[in-house]
């Protein structure tokens, strides 16, 4: 990919946009472009289409907000891309590496070198203190930052040695931002990360993932239902019945701090 | 250490109480494999030793007499490497103290010298000094039994002369490890005795100057057994050989292989079935412990942990557990091993017990432990491994759920009837239940195992001594008298009955199987000495025709109507042939039966008998003990409550001891498995059971639903370890087979009991421990762990 071809993604076949998308001014160079993703459950009998053609790029340093109904298949999209699942057909590429065609030895690598997760139930794990739950993640990546620095940017400085049973569930939140960013990752993948919690320590989280994703230009993507949050962020994906429905420029972000819901 | 490590020693003190029982689980199954195989090994070696040492014979002989000059023509036996005569006299003791007559056999040594062949290992004291007559060494044991020590006295009756004696020392012999009398099966050494003097003086004493009427050699290095006892049999016969034998054939030497074929025996098969269950049961406990932790899994696997790193961190969890089995498993059966070596030293006379924990078998424990568990974790591993990262993103709970067309049923609609739940959870996931009850039915198979030793034991005596042995007494005489015997004998203090017999010495032949045993003549219908048919039940000798005990007749290959050949082994010797009429089932010893008019005719002799029985009325017991030693002719009394004592005792040091320890192990087995298996089903239900009582259910209908999936899982297991029990009996009852007792294969009440009965309390006790921690249990945090 080019640096004129740096396009955002802007339409779905149906809408007759352009398939590359137009080019984003002021945005860095892509790091996820996924073209044609499908993705179908088969239980039994029952073949569910959890993705049905999806396009969509990201660019390094944006925080992406992606919306949707419960079911329309944010998490599945959010998955491939982090190489957890497997598309069904079509293409994912990280920074011009297909994902799609990758091993599971290299997706294994290629998630502990350059993806970090957040995920709605925090996945804490309950015999680590905070800052353990942190080195589980900085002691195999290449690059990471001191696990005490990454709870002191999530605001845990003085809970560094309590156990998850010992913290509010905005705290475990905040600790598994602080795991997902002390490897420094060039990806913050969030699903739902305030699903779980109340408004006011949601928007703590969000201020965290807003910090991270200005202070240390990490490209984060944050799923979520919750439209409000989609003002805090540089462009709103909004998904369908594993569609893209629209994508939407934000001129100016708010930030998490000014949002409630 | 890396937050990976931190969390395998925190998961590991979390799980201690399942971790304790996994491991418990495994050092039971060393522990069988360590006290089998180390007992074994440690009588094996032992024997070996002594035997080496001692120059331990391997041809012997026994004859009526022949002179000290054919020894030069012995030597001349192609294959024969050193042979030793020497005289050899059954003797009656007088013990200082003791009132029961004691049988002894006193043999002749070197004059104050070491033997070439069978040497003696001096416990105390000094051989006799040469030319001493009046100087014997003994047996330990019976020094033992009688605390006698070197300097005693001792009166020694030889051939109807009674002669003064010293004890000069106390000695053991490779020829009497296991010392008993010639009719005998179990020791007595209170009433038996080994002796030996200078051979000077018992020639002069026995009347055998320049003679001798044993020999014992040593073969060379390659020679055949057979050859030279074929070899010393002809040279002999004209001096009224008695017998030739090997080792095979001495009784010590018969019944210490016996018994190390036994041990051997349940070398293999006692840790096999205990490591089978132990990797079982690890499966089982493995796979739910890793299935807890499936989320942290996926979670691990999203960060980038590889597949390699996290195997090896759950092979880690599951080898640390297996490793702290084995540790405790080869401290605790070397412990039991010694303690068991201890009761064998009892029974087999050897200087030391060369105890020893060999490497190997530690070894072989950790490698059977390591196969066990891999056996057991590998599939769970694997599984644990095969989790898809995307897990991570998904809610947890349910993930887990399957629906089962029976929950669909119930599902709702009867949700607040807590044993609806309980039959809802167990039939949601019937492969689990399945496991969790096979695996109680295992533990419950082992204890009727265990239990089935102890009773069939008990029952195989009770068989041998109420329907089998009747008598009171059994009396031998040194030569076959008339039989108007049994009329003097009525009439003796205390006599109720009597029933005499005629015994022969002789050796079966069948094909190339030899065995050397007894020929008991009997009236047709013996009712002291009964002769049991394959259903227990006294069966009449035919009039023509040798039985033969059943195990015997199968171990020599021969079916009823089969023609034995039969070597009489007393006076000249003959070979007839008689057909085989039938067999004799007996639980303990082995032996041929033909009616004693035809065993009369069999030896070309007249109505003769050399045995008798007598029941006796016990308060005259002691007078009629004096009148019988005065009879002449009589070579030895046996009380036959003397020797059922005996044979229990040793029963009860041995093979029950050893059944005990598995029974032990077998209990603690059974508690770890259903303790595991509540605390696993705890776990499952902690969140369904608190949100219940949050609702508002009381805490017993909860309790219930916890408490009652244990119950019914144990009660279905029931019926399965008792049919996984009868399996194992019928293979320790397969391999503990022998010339000295069968088991039965007769699975007791009791069996049954102690088998339900150990999975009942051990459920009890486990479904109390968690009824405490639901009691424990903090609702809040449990509901706000997950959502
Ligand atoms: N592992 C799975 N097996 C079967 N169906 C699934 C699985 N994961 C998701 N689905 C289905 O795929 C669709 C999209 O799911 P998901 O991506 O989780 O949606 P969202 O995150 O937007 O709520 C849903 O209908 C869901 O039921
Ligand atoms: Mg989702």
Known sequence: ?261 | MRALDRKLLRDIATLKGQAAAIAMVIASGVMTLIISVTTYDALRLTQQRFYQDMHFAEVFAELKRAPESLVERLRETPGLNLVETRIRAPVRLEVPGFDDPVRGLLLSLPDGRQPALNRFHLREGDLPESGRSDQVVVSDAFAEAHGLRAGDALSVIIDGRLSRVRISGIVLSPEFVYQIAPTDLLPDYRRYAILWMNRRALARAYGMDGAFNSIVASLQAGASEAGVIDGLERALSPYGLVIAHGRDDLHSHRFLSDELQQLRAQAVILPGIFMLVSAFLLNIVMTRIIRTQREQIAVLKAFGYGNGTLAAHFGLLTGLIVLTGWLLGVVLGAWAASGLMTLYAEYFRFPEIRFRLQAWVMLLALGVAGAAALIGTGRAVWQAVAVPPAEAMRPAVPARFRRGWLERKLFGRLLDQPTRIIVRNLARQPLKSGLSVLGIAMSAGLLMMGTYQLDAVDHMIDTQYRLVNRMDVQLSFGNPVPTRVAGELRHLPGVTAVETHRSVPVRLIAGHRRYATAILGLDESPGLRQLLDARQRPQRLPPEGLLLTDYLARDLGLAVGDRVEVEVLEGPRRRVSIPLAGVVDEPIGVSAYMTRTALNRVMREGPAVNGAWLLIDQDQSQALFDSLWALPGVSSIGLISDAERGIREYMGDTVQMFALVFVLLAGSIAFAVVYNTARITFAERARDLATLEVLGHSRLAVSWILIGEIVILTLLAIPLGWAIGAGFCWAINHAFSMDLFRIPLLITPRAFAVAAGGVVVASSIASLMMARRLGRLDKVSVLKAVE
């Open chain 1, 1 to 261: 990919m080019t640096e004129g071809a740096r396009a955002r993604m802007n339409a779905e076949p149906g809408q007759g946009g352009d398939p590359v998308g137009t080019s984003r001014p002021g945005a860095g160079s892509i790091v996820f472009e996924a073209r044609g993703l499908t993705k179908t459950y088969r239980m039994g009998e029952v073949r569910i289409e959890a993705l049905r053609g999806v396009d969509l790029t990201l660019y390094e340093g944006e925080l992406v907000v992606m919306l949707g109904a419960s079911g329309s298949g944010k998490s599945t999209l959010l998955n491939i891309m982090g190489g957890l699942d497997t598309a069904t057909s079509g293409t994912v590429c990280y920074r011009g590496q297909d994902l799609t065609r990758a091993s599971q030895a290299a997706l294994t690598a290629f998630r502990r070198d350059h993806v970090g997760f957040v995920f709605q139930f925090y996945n804490l794990i309950a015999s680590l203190t905070a800052r353990e739950n942190v080195e589980i993640v900085t002691d195999i990546s290449p690059h990471p930052m001191p696990a005490e620095r990454a709870l002191e940017l999530v605001g845990l400085a003085d809970r560094m040695d309590h156990f998850p049973s010992q913290m509010s569930g905005g705290e475990q939140q905040r600790v598994a931002i602080a795991r997902a960013i002390a490897k420094q990752p060039a990806v913050l993948l969030c699903d739902e990360p305030t699903g779980a919690l109340d408004s006011r320590t949601g928007i703590r989280v969000l201020e965290a993932l807003e910090q991270i994703n200005r202070e240390l230009r990490t490209t984060v993507a944050i799923i979520t239902h919750n439209a409000m949050i989609g003002e805090m962020a540089d462009r709103v994906v909004r998904l369908r019945d594993g569609l893209v429905e629209s994508v939407m420029d934000n001129a100016h972000r708010r930030t998490a701090s000014e949002m409630s819901w």
